[in-house]
Structure formats: C-alpha cells, structure tokens
C-alpha cells in the first residue's frame, strides 16, 4: 500500500485560529515529506471548524514548495461550488506551481448543512456534479470550447493557461456507493472511498466495486488507484489509544451534525451532538491502536486490494501528539504494511 497523509485542519476550539491550524498543517505536510510518505491530501470545507480548508489549490501550492516529493491531492474539490470556466483555470495553474505534482480529487459535496448554506442542496449536487465534471475535463484537455446543458451555457473560449500534466492532472472521483465507485472506476478515474460507520462487508462491497470497473478496462485501467480513508492513529499504548478513541468520538459527533445531523453550527462551530454508534462499535470501526495491533488490521487493507491509504490523525489531538504518532507510523507500521518503506527521520 501507498501511504498518504490527510491535513484534515480540524480544530474543535476555534479561538485556536487560522493562523496556527494552517501551520500546523504545512508543518505535517514536511514532516510526511521527510518520512517518505507517498502523497497528502487536502479536503475542501467552509464555514466550520472540521476539515476546515476554504482553498484547497492554495494550500495545494503552498505545499508544493515547502516539500520536494510527497504527490499533492485535493480531496476532495467540491464542483458544485465552483464555476468551472474559473476553476479549470485554477487547476491549470496549481498543476504548473505544483510541478506536476498535484492529483485532482473531486467530489459533490458531502455536508448538509455546508451545501445547504451555498445554496447547493445535497438533493441536487450529483446533477451538477456530473455535468461540471464534464465541462472542467473538456475545458483542460481541448481548446475552444462552447457548450449547452442545464447548468453551464457559455460560447467558445479557451481555458488559459494550459495545463502542464498533459491531457490533465490526474483525476481522483470521491464516491462511498459501491455502484458509483464501479461506474466512476469503468470510467478511468482513480476512487477514493471510506466505509464512514460501514462494517467491514461493506468496505469489501466498496473494494469489489472498484476492481470490478478498473478490470473491465483491462490494461487501460492498470495505473488506477483504489484510497481509503480512515482515521488512523498509531498510539503509544493501550492507555493511550482509548484515550484517543474518545477524541475521535468528540470528533464524529461534530462530523455526524453537519453530515446527516440537523447541522447546529454557531459562529463557525459545530456543535457535538449525542451519537448512536456506541465508544466500543466506534474502535472497532477506525484504526487508533498500538504498533503491533495496527500492522494487523492495516495488513487485511492491503490484502483486500486497497492500494493507498490516506491517514486522518487530526482527531483533536496536540499538534506534537500527531507529529509524533507519524514518526511511530513510520518506524513501527509502515515497514510491516504492504510494500511501503517510509524513511525514520
């Protein structure tokens, strides 16, 4: 497996500020980069103080030149809030300033309550999602382009610059239904995917899916990625992990208000809401555990057929606390996992 580090910008207080959480994770971006880790990832939320990252090209940028090989993704880039005659040409030039670097993940949006305060209702996005797919690939790979549909009506014109990854940047879909992540995979996109509170037969329906779109493509499809995202954190002990395991659930229940929950925000903060999925389903669910317990789970990921997967260890945790459960990755997991060989630094 690849590994691939999320700078998921979580602060539950937010007196915290900007300032220091976008510190905090440029500083995780170098230190993944040191360690060998393969790529970051970087989300696309606004309005709140969870996956917090209003531009998510800039940061993409911004990472570029303070780190030397990690692969850069967004992930994901929400469309449906974009105009994508304005977008294309922001993705051309990240590509150019990220020196081919950066992977482009889209996605429709995943938040009720963020798409309902932009005035694109989760009900609708996958419609526009579709067609502005369509018409940022047709912007970056062609040149004079006009076009009709319901959402986008616009003359020839001719997306500038030009991107430098040629046709594109790679393309990344985010999907969770397994039906949409074989259609997107038949497609040629790479998937990125998570069970949420799935169990495990999920995970594997979602794996399934995936394989079954990427062979049907045959050698066409060789080079397409399969990436779970989950929240990983390597502990320091047993003590330790249950102690973080109850982060996470502080985590989630802010996640679950703004996801499907009747999204209770107030001056930006999400407020924790009361959970149905119990602390003992929740550890069974995500992978926050010791070295030697988490080479074993993450061993069954690999062997399922997941090729990358991307770590959310921004549960609320100290900045140093996360900094250092990457180094323990690095040292302790990464050489016992898949084929990975990440560098102790």
């Known amino acids: 497996m690849r590994f691939n580090h999320f700078l998921s910008s979580y602060f539950p207080d937010t007196r915290y500020g900007g300032a220091r959480l976008f510190a905090d994770m440029l ?13 970051v990832s970087i989300p696309e939320h606004h309005l709140i103080n969870i996956l917090l990252t209003p531009a998510p090209l800039q940061m993409a940028v911004r990472v570029a030149a303070e780190t030397e090989q990690v692969d850069i993704v967004t992930a994901v880039a929400v469309l449906p809030l974009h105009d ?3 977008f294309a040409g922001e ?9 081919g670097r950066m992977i482009l993940g889209v996605g429709r949006g995943a938040f009720r309550y963020e798409m309902g305060r932009m005035e694109v209702p989760l009900e609708e996005s ?3 999602f579709d067609e502005s797919l369509q018409v940022l690939i047709k912007l970056l790979t062609e040149e004079e382009v006009a076009w009709q549909g319901k959402y986008y009506q616009f003359a020839p014109l001719t997306v500038m610059p030009r991107p430098q990854s040629q046709p594109m940047p790679q393309i990344m879909i985010a999907a969770l239904n397994p039906d949409a992540i074989y259609h997107s995979a038949r497609r040629g996109f790479h998937i990125q995917t998570t069970p949420l509170a799935g169990g495990h037969s999920h995970l594997l329906d979602q794996v399934a899916a995936f394989h079954r779109g990427r062979d049907e493509l045959g050698s066409a499809g060789e080079h397409l990625r399969l990436s779970l995202l989950r929240v990983v954190f390597t502990a320091r002990d047993e003590q330790d992990a249950k102690h973080k395991v109850s982060l996470a659930n502080d985590y989630f229940r802010r996640f679950d208000n703004v996801f499907t929950g009747p999204g209770i925000v107030s001056h930006g903060a999400i ?13 069974r669910n995500i992978v926050v555990c010791p070295s030697a317990e988490m080479i074993d789970r993450l061993s069954s990921y690999a062997e399922s057929g997941i090729d990358e997967l991307i770590l959310n260890v921004n549960i609320g945790a100290s900045q140093d606390e996360a900094i250092d459960a990457m180094h323990r990755f690095a040292e302790k997991v990464s050489p016992h996992v898949g084929t990975a060989d990440l560098r102790v630094a």
Not at 27 to 39: K, N, S, T
Not at 91 to 98: K, P, R, S, T, Y
């Open 91 to 99: 993705v051309a030039q990240a590509d150019i300033l990220c020196d």
């Open 271 to 283: 407020a924790p809401l009361e959970r149905d999925q119990s602390i003992d389903d929740l550890a």
């Open 126 to 128: 996958r419609e526009k």
């Open 27 to 39: 500083e995780q971006a170098r230190v993944a980069d040191r360690l060998g880790y393969d790529a």
């Open 84 to 86: 994508m005659r304005v």
